[in-house]
């Protein structure tokens, strides 16, 4: 499939996150302070949707119980939380945040 145009740089102020549907499959944009992250909408914990939540720094956080996952792991940082959400391989290019959505960046680390 490779990358996938999924929104323009500016569309998001940092601190800021946009629901994005591929395939039938939600994922969320978040353009936090160090960057653009493409994460699954969804919380592992109790299947809530992350959009309700907040960014703080590199992390975002669950609104129904406070967990936080790491963006750019996807592993979740507090409890109640125990599994990861999936965080995928993201590229800015030409003023566009692209997307791999078959690739997670824990699949491309474990490639190296």
Not at 27 to 39: I, Q, S, T
Request: with cysteine.
């Amino acid at each position: 499939m490779g990358f996938i145009a999924i929104a323009t740089t500016d569309e998001l102020a940092v601190d800021e996150m946009k629901a994005v549907e591929l395939d039938g499959h939600r994922l969320l944009l978040v353009r936090a302070k160090d960057g653009f992250y493409v994460v699954d909408e969804m919380c592992t914990h109790e299947d809530y949707s992350l959009a309700l939540g907040c960014i703080e720094g590199r992390r975002i956080k669950c609104s129904l119980h406070g967990s936080y996952f790491d963006l750019a792991t996807g592993e979740p940082d507090e409890e109640p939380a125990d599994e990861a959400i999936c965080s995928y391989q993201v590229k800015i290019e030409d003023g566009q945040v692209w997307i791999d959505p078959t690739q997670t960046r824990s699949e491309s680390h474990s490639r190296r």
